[in-house]
Nanobody, 124 residues
C-alpha cells in the first residue's frame, strides 16, 4: 500500500524559509515507476501543482509563481521527497500536499496517491 506522510509546515514571516518533507512507503523512488510532486490549496482557491518531478526524464517543473524560490528534490536512499521554500510570501499560504502518480510525466492533476497535507502560513 502506497502511503505518503508530509511534514515540515509551520508559521513563518515573509522572506523566511521552510523545508517540507514527504516520506513515502509502499513504493520506491529509485524504481522510477512514479512521478512525484507537491500541490497546494489555499482557502477558497483551487488546488495548484507547485512542483513535480517526472519519472520519464527526471526533470523538475515549477509553477511560475515559485520559480527561483522553491526547489524540489528527492533522496532515494531515504525514500523522501523535499520542497525547499525560500523567500516565502503571504500568497504562499496554503495546505501543501505531496502526491505520487503512476504516469511518465508529472503533469496530471489527479495523482493516484496523496499525503495528508501540511499547513504553511506566511505572515506579512
Amino acid at each position: 500500500e502506497v502511503q505518503l506522510q508530509a511534514s515540515g509546515g509551520g508559521l513563518v514571516q515573509a522572506g523566511g524559509s521552510l523545508r517540507l518533507s514527504c516520506a513515502a512507503s509502499g513504493f520506491t523512488f529509485g524504481d522510477w515507476d512514479y512521478s512525484i510532486g507537491w500541490f497546494r490549496q489555499a482557502p477558497g482557491k483551487e488546488r495548484e501543482r507547485v512542483s513535480c518531478i517526472s519519472h520519464e526524464d527526471g526533470r523538475a517543473y515549477y509553477v511560475d509563481s515559485v520559480k527561483g524560490r522553491f526547489t524540489i528534490s528527492r533522496d532515494n536512499a531515504k525514500n523522501t521527497l523535499y520542497l525547499q521554500m525560500n523567500n516565502l510570501r503571504p500568497e504562499d499560504t496554503a495546505v501543501y500536499y505531496c502526491a505520487a502518480d503512476r504516469a511518465a510525466y508529472c503533469f496530471r492533476e489527479d495523482y493516484d496517491y496523496w499525503g495528508q497535507g501540511t499547513q504553511v502560513t506566511v505572515s506579512s
